[in-house]
C-alpha cells in the first residue's frame, strides 16, 4: 500500500527523480521523506510536484486549499484540480510528502517519543474503549511510543478524508481491518532521533475541494 524512499542528500540529481518517477508510474503514489530545511516551509509540495509530475511543470501548478483548508495542486491557467493528490507533515526535522494518482493520501509525522496524550480525557478523545485498555496493558516507554503510533495513523486518516480534525478519530481503526490499512514505520534522521510516519489512501473520500484560493507560488 506504500512506496517510500528518503529524499536524497543531493535531491536535484536527474536520475534520482527519473528513478522516483518510474515508482510513481508503477505504484500510482509515493513517500518521501527528507530533513527540514531544503525548502521554505509551504514550498515542499510544489518544489517536489514540479519535479515528480509533467502536469506540474513549467509554472503551470500551483496551490490552492478548499474546505477544511486542505491543499490541492490546481492548474494555475483554468484554476482546475490537477488529477493528482499530495500532502505533507511536518516534525521537528524531519518533511514527509505523499503524492497519488490513484487514490486521496494523507501522511503524518510524529516523534516516537512525544507524548501525545497526558491524561485520560485527550486519550478518549482519539483512543475507543478497546485501544485504552489495550494501551493500560503496556509499560510507560511503550505506552507513549503506541500512544504517537496511533495519533500517527490516525491523523494520516483524517488527512486523507480531508475534514482532519473533524473527523472523529475514534472512528478511525488502527491494527484492525480498515479499508485501506493504515500503517506506520519508524524512520531514523540522526541515531536516537526516530519519528513514526503513517500513509493512508482513501479511494472514496468525502469532497473536499469547494471553493479554491490560489497560494503564491
Request: charged content about 25%; hydrophobic content about 40%.
Amino acid at each position: 500500500m506504500r512506496a517510500s524512499a528518503p529524499l536524497p542528500a543531493a535531491p536535484d540529481r536527474p536520475a534520482r527523480w527519473t528513478a522516483l518517477r518510474r515508482v510513481l508510474d508503477h505504484t500510482g503514489h509515493l513517500v518521501l521523506y527528507l530533513p527540514a530545511g531544503y525548502w521554505p516551509r509551504g514550498a515542499e509540495l510544489l518544489s517536489l510536484a514540479r519535479r515528480l509530475l509533467p502536469e506540474a511543470r513549467d509554472g503551470r501548478a500551483g496551490l490552492a486549499r478548499g474546505r477544511y483548508r486542505r491543499p490541492y495542486l490546481v492548474d494555475l491557467r483554468t484554476a482546475a484540480p490537477l488529477p493528482v493528490d499530495v500532502n505533507l507533515s511536518h516534525s521537528g526535522d524531519l518533511v514527509v510528502v505523499g503524492v497519488s494518482r490513484t487514490a486521496r493520501i494523507g501522511v503524518d509525522a510524529e516523534r516516537t517519543d512525544r507524548t501525545i496524550a497526558t491524561g485520560p480525557t485527550m486519550l478518549a478523545r482519539f483512543c475507543d474503549p478497546a485501544e485504552r485498555a489495550w494501551l493500560a496493558t503496556l509499560d510507560p516507554g511503550a505506552r507513549v511510543a503506541e500512544i504517537a503510533r496511533l495519533w500517527t495513523c490516525k491523523e494520516a486518516t483524517a488527512k486523507a478524508d480531508g475534514r482532519g480534525l473533524g473527523l472523529d478519530l475514534r472512528t478511525v481503526r488502527v491494527g484492525g481491518v480498515p479499508d485501506p490499512p493504515v500503517h506506520a514505520h519508524p524512520v531514523e534522521l540522526r541515531p536516537g532521533d526516530r519519528y513514526w510516519v503513517a500513509t493512508a489512501l482513501l479511494t472514496d473520500p468525502p469532497p473536499v475541494h469547494g471553493r479554491t484560493r490560489e497560494e503564491p507560488t
